[in-house]
């Protein structure tokens, strides 16, 4: 194994998740393709971050991560060890028994029937971790750890505030020691003034136990901030892979720009690009590069071949497109040229050229 790979916490390789289409019956044949191809790497300690628009997989590829979802095909392993090949037992307690995830709405997340400390010993007990009594030390330990006050063990989630329940997620997720813990939209059901507080806790979280971190987040600015690396996808697909500050100016992918450039507030602004039509079904996604649809520099090439990632100069980046924006483009320009590719088009024709590009997969 090379030094990369057995560095690796979590490997996942072509992994794939094809669903049967929700409400098409048990016989339908529709299927729809979650994620496709998807390969990362994680490195312990290291953050990554997942953007893109709602249904391209964001989930998907953060329960694959943490074994929750099992990949259709393709592998995912954890320190060198094939995940899928373990017991299930194994398994659950590699990852964190399940729990090393953490979701965006914790009232949902915790079962109120149980106290919080029920609720952390849980996942020792399963796995017996320890006696009685070093468990009863744990969820002290625990609780301390994501500032929650020993007072709260025999409280019920619903007693609590919405950052409170998210610290009880948070120290359940960290139970098992997991080495990975996943955050899917952590604090979008929270009211603003405690987000960048659960945001902090995981930072420092993240820094003391030494932690590598999934987020995933519709908030931009936020995903860029927490993270080392970010990841983004388009229909199942991961389309760009860069260190989080050449994400947005540096961002070689039409669609990275196209989304950061919809984002308010960033230190280095870009002129908003704009992203027209909608996102394809994930059921039918288009031939060739998923994106091109949407894109104003797709042309026949991008309908019949997927582009394989090219690597950008900084270490670590790397997209799949055909025509990739150049470093030294000036945003003004793609802004330009954007504007100018879907006036010079009717909605009628751009329509009809969707559908079309839809219909001829
Ligand atoms: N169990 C399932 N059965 C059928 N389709 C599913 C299932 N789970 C996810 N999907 C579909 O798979 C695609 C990817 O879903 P996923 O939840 O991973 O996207 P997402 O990017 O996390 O979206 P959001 O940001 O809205 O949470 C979507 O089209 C979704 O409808």
Known sequence: MSDALSDALVQVSGAHVVHRARGGGLFT???VYALTGADLTIAPGETVGVVGESGCGKSTLAKVLVGVERPTAGTVSF?????WSMSPAERR????????MIFQDPSTALNRRLSVRRILRDPLDVHRRGTPAEREERVRELMALVGLPAVLADGLPGRLSGGQRQRVAIARALALD?????????TSALDVSVRAQILNLLLDLKERLGLALVFVSHDIQTVRRMSD???TMYLGRIVEEA???AVTGRSRHPYTRALFSATPGLLDPIDPIPLTGPVPSATRPPSGCPFRTRCWRADGVCAEVMPDFAAASSPGHRFRCHHP??????????VAEAASRSASVSPATARAVQERAVRDT
Not at 79 to 83: A, C, N, P
Not at 93 to 100: I, K, S
Not at 178 to 186: N, R, S, T, W
């Open 29 to 31: 044949r529709d299927r």
């Open 79 to 83: 320190r060198g060890r094939d995940l």
């Open 93 to 100: 307690a590699t990852v964190g028994g399940g729990t090393g």
């Open 178 to 186: 997991p080495g990975l813990v996943v955050a899917d939209e952590p």
């Open 229 to 231: 690396r970010v990841i």
């Open 243 to 245: 260190p989080a500050d």
């Open 325 to 334: 924006v150049q470093e030294t483009e000036w945003t003004g320009d793609l």
